[in-house]
């Protein structure tokens, strides 16, 4: 009878357990989760956070919200936390920023609102830097971030921004909107300023990952962010726009600097990124202006040239080539915002060998169709 019990098929019994399927993943989750203060091995920690990621993708997303704040929590917890080897010696090396950097997106993908830390880490991040004095300090917010690995940061910050603004611009007011981009270039002018004045240029890992994913960023702003600057929102919501075009302007200077910088160094890592930055760039030119003329006050818009400056704000001194033509940018007069500056174009290189997916956000009419000044 035992037998029977258990080998014969109960559809009564699978369907029940289907349909409590959301229980027992909830169960199970909230079990697991108080083991997570007593992992003390990295490694250890991956697997734990992979698991519950298993478990949470067992049932629908509308019902796993808390599931994921839970999840993105822990992460957080091991964020904020030292880590060392089986031997006792600390934790370092490819492998250890490949955990880093998983924990960092598993915090970013699943803790959302105020459970996400990506505020506390902009707003502590200028004073964090300045501990950095030796090579083994860390930050103060993210305990397993300091100097070899800060490139990863900038990177999955990046992206966090780039998942705060999805999901605001999926389910929010045009109002809510404009705050998620504006607090999106709040936190990359502080990113600017960590490269800038906290000497974070040094390290060119650093400019790469800002360069890479700043692109993200400005690809979704000139596809959906840019239209709820114009129409009713650019009268309405003016000073909020105003604000946004004046973060904004920090970012782009700061690229442009990047790219005086990588035609001084002919550094080609960086060079593959910036035709579509400099057309991206060119574009955001374009249409601020396009939007001052709509709303009548395009004298508002004053064309000047800009010192040429590397990555760390100094002046230098370009070719012959690059002194005849100066990069632009345009200012906003009167007290309002400063667009971001005007780059100049690049020649088109081969898409399949140098930019094959570069391109993809964007159509043919809105790169760079208009430019023509030289780099």
């Keep these: 009878m035992l037998f029977t019990k258990c080998g014969s098929p109960n559809m009564s019994m ?62 957080w917890h091991f964020l904020t936390s030292r880590w060392y080897t089986l031997t006792g010696s600390e934790e370092k090396g490819a492998l250890y920023c490949a955990d880093v950097e998983f924990l960092l997106m598993t915090h970013f993908e699943f803790a ?23 090579p083994e300090s860390r930050l103060g917010t993210i305990s397993t971030i300091g100097k070899s690995n800060l490139h990863i940061l900038i990177r999955c910050t990046c992206k966090g921004i780039l998942n705060e603004i999805k999901l605001k611009m999926s389910s929010g007011e045009s109002k809510e909107i404009l705050e998620s981009w504006l607090k999106a270039f709040d936190h990359m002018d502080i990113l600017v300023k960590a490269l800038k004045d906290k000497l974070m240029h040094k390290s060119k890992t650093n400019l790469v990952a800002f360069l890479k994913q700043s692109k993200e960023i400005f690809k979704l702003f000139l596809k959906e962010g840019f239209a709820h600057l114009t129409g009713d929102n650019f009268v309405s919501e003016n000073d909020l726009v105003c604000k946004i075009l004046k973060k904004l302007q920090s970012s782009t200077r700061y690229i442009q600097n990047i790219c005086n910088h990588t035609k001084k160094t002919e550094d080609l890592q960086l060079t593959k990124d910036l035709p579509i930055m400099k057309q991206m760039m060119e574009l955001i030119i374009l249409r601020v202006s396009g939007v001052m003329k709509e709303n009548k006050c395009g004298d508002a818009i004053q064309v000047a040239c800009l010192r040429i400056r590397d990555v760390a704000g100094r002046e230098i001194d370009m070719d012959e080539d690059s002194d005849a033509s100066e990069s632009e940018e345009e200012e906003v007069t009167g007290g309002s915002p400063e667009p971001s500056e005007n780059t100049d174009d690049v ?24 430019t023509s000044n030289s780099f």
């Design 112 to 134: 959302r609102g105020t459970l996400c830390n990506l505020d506390k880490i902009f707003d502590n991040l200028l004073t964090d830097i300045d501990q950095l004095t030796e």
């Design 14 to 75: 699978s369907s029940k357990k289907i349909e409590h399927l959301t229980e027992l993943v909830t169960g199970s989750v909230e079990y697991l989760s108080t083991f997570h203060e007593y992992v003390s091995y990295l490694p250890a920690a991956v697997s734990y956070i992979k698991l519950l990621r298993g478990l949470s993708n067992l049932i629908p997303s509308p019902d796993n919200i808390a599931i994921q704040a839970k999840i993105g929590e822990i992460a």
């Design 347 to 370: 020649p088109e290189q081969d898409d399949e060998q140098t930019n094959e997916n570069d391109n993809s956000g964007l159509s043919d009419s809105e790169i760079g169709g208009d």
